[in-house]
């Protein structure tokens, strides 16, 4: 059961002519956000507990929960609740915003969200693990430690040679929370970095800035390609055989974008050549992945199962800006990350 939290009716922004306003959340992050009670004082909380219910704070059963806010939030999706949480939504009537824990909003529910009045705002918590979580990866395949476990294993005293990252090249498709953040890594290793995005101009962060239509002309120069842009009509297949024959030979490619941005086909006919030599992928176009899929056995696949964001700090960082937009939110200032109706198609 999730701490009470004790409310003051009296602190409501006259945006909701003094009416609560009805809040949902999970158990677990009003157990996190329990030390901050001021920060939710004026709501009306409901509160989703661990078994899929819908509870006042003093523990009674909510039949009719019709939330005007909603924090999606990590531990949702974690405990398998999260189909739960957007059925409350979907079956409420006075929906205002939700903030989710993603980054992307390419399922359809996010568009049924919208449809609804729903305003969406996604999150950037993650983008520092992501970042890290690229590097780590890279930084494996660039120094081959493998290798030197091998010669140890074997008593061999060998020099094993490696790659500095400061003499590679990176193509970073997408320049949004993600790609920044690891661009802003790269950035003292030396690496020289271009990004993709649609929006014309040159980012302190990049050494260049080039458009989506324009990739083909920088793959044949770049060592390492990070997918780290949104699902859409324009993004799906991107890595498609002809991406891939003109990726330099020998060349990294790492996905934490989403599975359908690559042909998952043609990657493995690139493999086969050596364009890239090696695939990281964190997503996969069907996720699980099948048992009797090739990705789990090729020799130079790195697969983890959609793990890039379980870095320590995401969940901190959602809550705080969770917290930061409801003060937003009640206030009737913009929204940080809000979504563009376009984004899913409306």
């Given at each position: 059961m999730a701490r009470a939290v004790v409310l003051d009716p009296r602190s409501r922004h006259a945006l909701f002519a003094g009416?609560?306003?009805?809040?949902?959340?999970?158990?677990?992050?009003?157990d996190r956000l329990a030390g901050r009670a001021d920060r939710l004082?004026?709501?009306?909380?409901?509160?989703?507990?661990?078994?899929?219910?819908?509870?006042?704070?003093?523990?009674g059963v909510v039949d009719d929960p019709d939330p005007e806010i909603c924090w999606l939030s990590l531990d949702v999706y974690e405990a398998g609740l999260l189909p739960v949480m957007l059925g409350v939504l979907m079956d409420g009537r006075s929906g205002r915003w939700a903030q989710s824990f993603s980054a992307g909003l390419d399922s359809p529910v996010f568009r049924r969200l919208m449809e609804k009045g729903y305003r969406l705002t996604r999150s950037d918590a993650q983008a520092p693990a992501i970042a890290d979580y690229v590097m780590a990866q890279v930084m494996a395949l660039l120094h081959p430690f493998?290798?030197?476990?091998?010669?140890?294993?074997?008593?061999?005293?060998?020099?094993?040679?490696?790659?500095?990252?400061?003499e590679t090249r990176w193509l970073v498709v997408g320049l949004g929370a993600i790609g920044g953040a690891l661009a802003s890594r790269l950035?003292?290793?030396?690496?020289?970095?271009?990004?993709?995005?649609?929006?014309p101009g040159p980012d302190p962060r990049v050494d260049a800035v080039t458009s989506p239509d324009r990739i083909s002309a920088v793959l044949p120069e770049t060592d390492v390609v990070v997918l780290a842009c949104p699902l859409s009509d324009r993004t799906r297949g991107l890595a498609d055989d002809a991406f891939f024959q003109a990726m330099r030979p020998g060349a990294i490619l790492v996905n934490v974008a989403r599975g359908g941005v690559v042909d998952e086909d043609a990657l493995r006919r690139g493999l086969g050549r050596g364009?890239?030599?090696?695939?990281?992928?964190?997503?996969?176009?069907?996720?699980?992945?099948?048992?009797?899929?090739?990705?789990?056995?090729?020799?130079?696949?790195?697969l983890t199962a959609h793990t890039s964001a379980a870095?320590?700090?995401?969940?901190?960082?959602?809550?705080?800006?969770?917290?930061?937009?409801?003060?937003?939110?009640?206030?009737?200032?913009?929204?940080?990350?809000?979504?563009?109706?376009?984004?899913?198609?409306?």
């Open positions: 009416l609560p306003v009805r809040t949902l959340l999970s158990a677990a992050a009003l004082a004026g709501l009306d909380l409901l509160i989703l507990d661990h078994g899929g219910v819908v509870r006042d704070p003093l523990g493998s290798e030197q476990a091998d010669a140890r294993a074997e008593r061999e005293w060998r020099r094993v040679p490696f790659r500095e990252v400061g950035r003292p290793f030396g690496a020289q970095v271009t990004a993709a995005r649609r929006t364009q890239p030599a090696w695939a990281v992928l964190d997503v996969v176009s069907e996720e699980p992945l099948p048992a009797d899929s090739w990705i789990w056995s090729h020799p130079r696949v790195r870095g320590g700090g995401v969940q901190r960082r959602g809550d705080a800006l969770f917290l930061d937009n409801l003060a937003r939110f009640l206030a009737g200032e913009p929204l940080r990350n809000e979504a563009d109706p376009a984004e899913v198609g409306l």
